[in-house]
């Protein structure tokens, strides 16, 4: 799975059913929201709410750092 997989526009968190955010080279689906990584398992995103593991407070904040200069980026193109 790339970032500019189609699919992970329409890939959403089983439990709040929020958008998920891809995180390479981990290859891994993360929602900042519940603090949940589900892992992709051969190139197949394992997306049962049991799948979800969660994270600890740090490395949360390592993976907030990470999601937020992509999204900021992404903002900026699509304003242009």
């Known amino acids: 799975m790339t970032p500019e997989d189609p699919l ?6 089983p439990l709040d059913k929020g958008p998920l955010h891809l995180l390479t080279p981990e290859e891994v ?3 900042p929201r519940l603090r949940l990584r589900y892992p992709i398992l ?3 995103p394992q997306l049962l709410p049991s799948s979800g593991e969660p994270t600890s407070e740090e490395e ?3 993976l907030l750092k990470r999601i937020e ?3 900021a980026a992404k903002g900026a193109t699509d304003a242009s």
Do not use: D, M, S, T
Request: net charge negative; aromatic share 6%; hydrophobic share 40%.
């Open 8 to 13: 992970l526009k329409i890939l959403a968190c």
């Open 29 to 31: 689906l993360y929602n």
């Open 60 to 62: 949360h904040e390592r």
């Open 42 to 44: 051969e190139g197949i």
């Open 69 to 71: 200069p992509v999204e």
